[in-house]
């Protein structure tokens, strides 16, 4: 049940007509090849046997799979009244897509192994980790979460890892002092540029605890964690010692950023709207996540 929430929290839709309720659950394919250049949707489409396995017992129904270029859905349909759709329900609130869902405190109340079951249902539709993703040298691996719109979400979901002892490297927020701090966009022509997805971004060796259950996925952690650690290793430093730090047990060098036109657009919550930030954790802070 938890891996299934996480899964919907990520990237799922409910949808209710007057009897009955869909799930359905999109896996993207950010990219068409994984690391070692093998067809993406084959990987997802061996996982997905896993998945069904999980959750065929739990929903009692068949899951549907259909799978296109960009990306992979599971679906379910079931009566309004079921037990599991109430249930359903009753841990997402009335969100009906992981655009405006939240987690109820029956999600952080729930068990160690219940939270990590739910990251990593999260996890499956919403990371990814590649090659690309290092932090300044290229060993210094980072697992990406990538959640559009929900500015909410993140919170709940950085709190969450909190819970269970994982903290989070850095959030590219979806705001303009973050996405445009230089006002490079701005300057040329794009003002909305800084209208992306947010991106929670965890040490891959921080992450393992959480894994993924698709396979390249999993794969590609495997690796790049190893990489990680053999990287830190080669300088002589402790891997913990860098890499398991929250952002407030950290030193911060301040970096004051021009003021942004952007700084009141609409897209930004009004709990924040307005705020001029020279930083994501100062963000973090004022929305929810912090010590």
Known sequence: MAYLL??????????????????SVDIPHKKLETE?????????????????AILEPLIGVDLQFIQQKSS???SFTKPNADYLIRQILLYTGSGSSHENIRLAPAVFSS??????????????????????????????HRVYLE???????????????????????????????????KLTKANSGSPNFWKKEHQIKVW??????????????RNSLALFADELRAGFASEGKSVEDITHKFYWELRELKKERPLHPAENDNFIPAQIRGRHYNSWREIAADLGYGE
């Open 111 to 140: 068990t160690f192994d219940e939270r990590k079951a739910f990251l990593r249902g999260f996890a499956d539709v919403t990371g990814y980790i590649r090659r690309s993703n290092y932090f300044f040298q290229k060993y210094k």
């Open 147 to 181: 959640v559009p719109h929900n500015w909410g979400l993140v919170v709940d979901v950085c709190n969450l890892l909190k819970s269970v002892d994982i903290p989070v490297q850095a959030i590219d927020w979806a705001h303009p002092n973050i996405r445009d701090g």
């Open 6 to 23: 996480g899964m919907i929290c990520g990237n799922g839709e409910i949808k209710r007509s007057a009897g009955n309720t869909t799930v």
């Open 72 to 74: 992979s859905v599971l």
């Open 36 to 52: 070692d250049f093998k067809d993406v949707k084959i990987y997802i489409k061996a996982s997905v046997t896993d998945i069904r």
């Open 204 to 217: 891959a060796n921080e992450f393992e605890p959480i894994g993924f259950g698709i396979i390249h996925k």
